[in-house]
């Protein structure tokens, strides 16, 4: 089984992750669809009191699987990557947006300070 994570702290997308990725034109969907996918996570952090990185990376991850389910405009090049390549565990997919999508919400201050201004405006 191809390695697309790297077992590290906080866990990292390796070069095939990252190659997988743009096959599957996440990069380009999520510039697109960023303000929907961010609104999924700060939705499921919404009820957290002190937003860690730990939360943020749940959330994350809980996207990444939802989306398989909840919005295929989104997901639609991993479904065909996937039906493309059977063995590539889906699973392993879902966790590689995951993560794609904690590293974003990470990475950029804004999105991290837009998350804790619009949850601390609910406490």
Do not use: C, W
């Not at 992750?17 to 499921?44: H, R």
């Not at 749940?58 to 059977?86: C, N, R, T």
């Amino acid at each position: 089984q191809a390695k697309v994570l790297k077992a590290s702290s906080p866990i990292q997308i390796t070069p095939l992750g990252n190659k997988i990725l743009m096959d599957i034109g996440f990069e380009d969907v999520y510039s697109k669809s960023s303000a929907k996918i961010l609104g999924y996570v700060k939705a499921k952090l919404a009820n957290k009191t002190n937003i860690t990185d730990l939360d943020t990376e749940q959330a994350s991850l809980e996207v990444g699987a939802e989306l398989f389910e909840k919005d295929d405009s989104i997901i639609e090049g991993a479904k065909k990557y996937l039906f493309e390549h059977p063995a590539m565990p889906t699973s392993q997919v879902k966790v590689l947006v995951g993560i794609f999508i904690r590293d974003k919400m990470l990475k950029d201050e804004s999105i991290k300070k837009s998350t804790l201004a619009s949850h601390n405006e609910k406490i």
